[in-house]
T-cell receptor
Framework: AQSVTQLGSHVSVSEGALVLLRCNYS??????LFWYVQYPNQGLQLLLK??????LVKGINGFEAEFKKSETSFHLTKPSAHMSDAAEYFC????????????FGTGTRLKVLA | EAGVTQFPSHSVIEKGQTVTLRCDPI?????LYWYRRVMGKEIKFLLH????????ESGMPNNRFLAERTGGTYSTLKVQPAELEDSGVYFC????????????FGSGTRLTVV
């Protein structure tokens, strides 16, 4: 069965510092991978996705992620954190059978310190 | 375009009562999904509609949960009778394809069973 592991349920960074949110997945076949963000009292918003092609994908708000098949990872990064990045971030992988339902990690809450 | 709308945003009910959650997807999106997040845990798939048909309901917890999608438009998720463990945030999402380019999520309904 597929699974997604997000290391660190809470991550704190200083404003201007590098953001690194970790995501590892298990899958017997190459999956499609997603990062979503949830701001307070809002729905999940798609940050970026990897389906095929270039393994470094760029998303909204300056975020990017790199698909590393050998490490089964899809870590999310941003060079310089902004206060507005404070939110909860979810990594997800599609099921490779059936209806492409998503399997989510448990989420990482990012806190940005002034 | 209007986003995915869910209501109510919050619901507090007593154990044994019935609650109905509603989701209005983006117009023209044939695919509609329900997910649930129990506090502190990952977001889990409940079911998937294609138009009015249930494509995959493998995530529905038990027969106290009933989902419908009238005429392929809005969807309802009824919990009857509610139990304490049903508490959580219920998300609805829609997409034109089967989620390979990402879903659009609603803001969720926070259900509290007391």
């Amino acid at each position: 069965a597929q699974s997604v592991t997000q290391l660190g349920s809470h991550v704190s960074v200083s404003e201007g510092a590098l953001v690194l949110l970790r995501c590892n997945y298990s899958s017997s076949v190459p999956p499609y991978l997603f990062w979503y963000v949830q701001y307070p009292n809002q729905g999940l918003q798609l940050l970026l996705k990897y389906t095929t092609g270039a393994t470094l994908v760029k998303g909204i708000n300056g975020f990017e992620a790199e698909f590393k098949k050998s490490e089964t990872s899809f870590h999310l990064t941003k060079p310089s954190a902004h206060m507005s990045d404070a939110a909860e971030y979810f990594c997800a992988v599609t099921s490779t059978s059936g209806t492409y339902k998503y399997i989510f990690g448990t989420g990482t809450r990012l806190k940005v310190l002034a | 375009e209007a986003g995915v709308t869910q209501f109510p945003s919050h619901s507090v009910i007593e154990k044994g009562q019935t609650v109905t959650l509603r989701c209005d997807p983006i117009s023209g999106h044939d695919n509609l999904y329900w997910y649930r997040r129990v506090m502190g845990k990952e977001i889990k798939f409940l079911l998937h509609f294609v138009k009015e048909s249930k494509q995959d309901e493998s995530g529905m917890p038990n027969n106290r949960f009933l989902a419908e999608r009238t005429g392929g438009t809005y969807s309802t998720l009824k919990v009857q009778p509610a139990e304490l463990e049903d508490s959580g945030v219920y998300f609805c999402a829609s997409s034109q394809d089967q989620g390979l380019v990402g879903y659009t999520f609603g803001s969720g309904t926070r259900l509290t069973v007391v």
